[in-house]
């Protein structure tokens, strides 16, 4: 499945008059330019974008979008970001973050998020190490790559964030490579266009810290879920291609594209707005004498 674009905006109207600072050839140039174009093409207003992040290289993200954005603590973005979709549901809602960020201190958010099906959009810079603080392994790092805090090799078993999310109960579902900007921009736009949770795990290379997982390492890997006949919507077929993974195998293969889609459940917000019994309406339209934004009365 693919999401429409169109040609309403481009992705110059979402960037910002300063460079990115990160390493030249850093994977979070891929993630910034399809985040831009998967806007441009949905034609969201920009006035309705709000971008949250944690810490970590990834997470200066929201400077260079000309969108609302906010740059929170180590871990903490989606907390930010469910509160802010909860008290405006029409504000499109995107949180970036690194694997450290968001697979580690982290990652209790992301697991409830996905079971109470918030709004939101979690866009993650996988590259299985911690860049900013120069080359510690990750929750992410394969076994056996050697890093500065795993001098004789890593002998934790990785994180699967996608298997996580799944169990978890996330309704959207997806892993992309910022080596495949075009690819890329689809899956974001279709994250974007999804009601509820939706999970965008990108494996982003470090080219600084990770000489393991390299761009020509993945190229080799990566095969494109909906190339291979797979079923968004059917949740085991989805799991078992969560769990299809290489580790150091060179024989190995990666899935990208969108795993899951589950558009049936409610959303979080959905629920509140049932229980406060006040109607989807728009921006200002007073309520038994009070202006309503969102959900919030003032």
């Known amino acids: 499945m693919s999401v429409k674009i169109t040609l309403n905006k481009?992705?110059?109207d979402y960037a910002v008059n300063r460079p990115p600072i990160w390493c030249p050839g850093c994977g979070d140039y891929g993630i910034l330019e399809a985040l831009k174009r998967a806007l441009a093409g949905l034609g969201i207003p920009n006035e309705e974008v709000v971008v949250?992040?944690?810490?970590?290289?990834?997470?200066?993200?929201?400077?260079?979008?000309?969108?609302?954005?906010?740059?929170?603590?180590h871990g903490r973005a989606i907390p930010i970001a469910s509160g802010v979709k909860i008290a405006n549901p029409r504000l499109k809602v995107i949180v970036v973050g690194?694997?450290?960020?968001?697979?580690?201190?982290?990652?209790?958010?992301?697991?409830?998020?996905?079971?109470?099906?918030?709004?939101?959009?979690?866009?993650?810079?996988n590259n299985q190490v911690y860049?900013?603080?120069?080359?510690?392994?990750?929750?992410?790092?394969l076994r056996g790559?050697?890093?500065?805090t795993t001098p004789y090799g890593s002998i934790d078993e990785p994180v699967n964030p996608l298997a996580l999310a799944l169990a978890a109960g996330a309704t959207f579902v997806a892993r992309g490579f910022s080596g495949d900007v075009?690819?890329?921009?689809?899956?974001?736009?279709?994250?974007l266009s999804h009601r509820g949770f939706a999970l965008v795990d990108v494996l982003s290379p470090c080219v600084t810290f990770n000489k393991v997982n390299t761009y020509e390492w993945f190229r080799a890997r990566v095969y494109k879920l909906e190339e291979a006949g797979h079923d968004p919507s059917d949740y085991w077929?989805?799991?078992?291609k969560a769990v299809e993974w290489p580790s150091l195998d060179p024989?190995?293969?990666?899935?990208?594209g969108v795993f899951y889609k589950n558009e049936e459940k409610p959303t979080y917000e959905e629920e509140i707005i049932k229980i406060l019994g006040v109607p989807p309406i728009e921006a200002g339209v007073a309520v038994n004498g009070k202006a309503v934004y969102g959900i919030l009365q003032y």
Do not use: E, W
Not at 104 to 115: D, T
Not at 251 to 256: A, D, E, L, S, V
């Open 131 to 141: 860049g900013l603080t120069t080359g510690q392994m990750s929750p992410t790092t």
């Open 52 to 73: 949250v992040s944690g810490i970590g290289c990834s997470s200066q993200l929201p400077h260079f979008l000309k969108t609302y954005g906010i740059h929170g603590i």
């Open 10 to 12: 481009t992705p110059m």
């Open 182 to 191: 075009a690819h890329l921009t689809q899956i974001i736009a279709q994250a």
């Open 251 to 256: 024989n190995g293969r990666i899935p990208i």
């Open 237 to 240: 077929q989805a799991y078992k």
């Open 145 to 148: 790559v050697k890093t500065k």
């Open 98 to 125: 690194g694997d450290g960020d968001g697979y580690g201190i982290g990652l209790n958010h992301m697991i409830h998020a996905a079971r109470r099906n918030v709004g939101i959009t979690y866009i993650v810079s």
